[in-house]
């Protein structure tokens, strides 16, 4: 499953060649591929390795929002964690049962809070002391009791990029533990509200488990401080964040050993009975989608030798926004010889991808690895260039497609602007 070489050194996904599944799914380049078998093993995984209810794998849609693997995470018994209303309609659309559903955001809109009251779901994540009586007032106008837990700002640096770390104390996201009694005091005063769950989430990218159990072990003290007043909880939510092998070179834990550590730490801390949260995202998709493009053009220089190909950092921004790297092999043969540097068409001096090993001779096309997720999500239209097709394949088979919606549309809706 996923991304590998055959016996003559094509490039495959889902054991099938990437170029025959370029040519089954009848789209053009640059296209997104993702192995749906591999990411329903990778649910499953997760959800054994947590131990089923109470507890419960939330996959971060917004790692990759495309139905048919949301629909493979609930068939596998995973829920969902959404960041907006449109995430959670879609995710409600694509059948995940409402209490398998968190939804969190620093900034909900009003309507947004009455659409999760009213759909019922298992929680909203509160990340300030001021977002309490908003929440109060929208569930009494509904004549409900909202469901909330609090997300804490445990105040726990990790080792990543700066724009993927939400843990630390100048972070914009969560409650500071400085904060809580006034958080408990405005909650229990409240019968409109009912708080659940206590949880943190310290950043993307998670290399090594200690970070993880770090940050877990504030919260299992908030939640013991709570239960000690004689209150109840539902669970408690350590988050995802973890980590996948970009370089390919440095495999990290996988996601059950972090699972393991979660709920090792859960038992010790004498919590057991509590259910455990956690948001896995990029873990669960990222190394099961390719994003596959065309060598347009060759330049050499005397500085270096430059494939220019005809996907670009619209169709894949994290390069440009987070420096990321992304493995780029030639679909017909395995990587070696000369680096060539890989760029894209846009007008930007950051639509550069990095140097990679293609040989004396630039291929005829790539797989950019690891691109399951926040890859097309974050994708865009800028420099009047269409969003990318995006193909799903089962067990080797193209199952259908999403197509792009091409350069007329974009012209069209321009026009009317």
């Known amino acids: ?19 025959g599944l370029l040519q089954e799914a009848a789209v053009e380049t640059p296209a997104y591929f993702y192995d749906l078998s591999a990411i329903a093993e990778e649910a499953r995984a997760m959800v054994s390795a947590l131990g089923g209810p109470p507890n419960l794998v939330a996959y971060a849609m917004k790692a990759n929002s495309a139905a048919s693997i949301l629909r493979t995470v609930v ?36 309507r947004e809070l009455d659409r999760a009251i009213g759909a019922k779901i298992r929680s909203i994540t509160l990340e300030s002391v001021e977002e309490l009586p908003r929440v109060a007032a929208r569930a009494r106008a509904q004549g409900a009791v909202a469901n909330v837990s609090f997300r804490i700002n445990p105040g726990v640096a990790i080792d990543t990029h700066a724009h993927v770390a939400t843990g630390h104390e100048g972070a914009k996201f969560g409650i500071p533990v400085g904060d809580l009694g006034a958080a408990w005091e ?18 993307s990218t998670l290399r090594d488990v200690e970070s993880y159990t770090a940050s877990a072990r504030v919260v299992c003290d908030v939640a013991k401080s709570r239960l000690a007043t004689g209150r109840s909880l539902d669970f408690v939510d350590f988050g995802g964040g973890f980590g996948i092998d970009y ?10 050993e972090f699972l393991g550590a979660a709920r090792a730490l859960l038992a010790a801390e004498g919590l057991g009975a509590l259910g455990l949260v956690v948001e896995p995202g990029r873990s669960m998709v ?24 005809d996907a670009a950092m619209n169709d ?11 493995r780029i092999e030639p679909l017909e043969r395995p990587p070696g010889g000369a680096l060539w540097a890989v760029a894209g068409a846009v007008c930007e001096s950051a639509d550069q991808f990095g140097e990679y090993a ?6 005829s096309r790539v797989a950019i690895r690891d691109a399951g997720a926040y890859g097309f999500v974050m994708a865009s239209e800028y420099n009047g260039r269409p969003l ?25 809706s321009r026009l009317r602007a």
């Open 316 to 326: 894949l921004i994290r390069p440009a926004l987070y420096g990321a790297h992304h």
């Open 388 to 412: 990318p097709a995006e193909v799903f394949v089962e067990s080797g088979r193209v199952t259908h497609v999403s197509p792009s919606p091409g350069r007329d549309a974009w012209v069209k």
């Open 358 to 363: 293609f040989g004396e001779t630039a291929p």
């Open 286 to 309: 990222a190394p099961h989608g390719v994003l596959v493009a065309t060598v347009v053009q060759e330049k050499r220089t005397r500085a270096r030798r430059w494939a220019f190909v």
């Open 247 to 256: 370089v390919g070179d440095a495999p990290p834990p996988r996601p059950a």
């Open 1 to 19: 499953m996923g991304f590998s070489r055959d016996s003559d050194g094509r490039a495959t996904l889902s054991g099938a060649r990437l170029e």
């Open 186 to 203: 405005r909650a229990d005063s409240d019968p409109a509200l009912r708080v659940v769950g206590v949880g943190a989430h310290v950043g």
């Open 75 to 110: 068939a596998e018994g995973g829920g969902i964690e959404v960041v907006s209303q449109g995430e959670l309609e879609l995710a409600l659309a694509a059948g995940a049962p409402p209490d398998r559903v968190v939804t969190t955001a620093v900034a909900k809109k009003d």
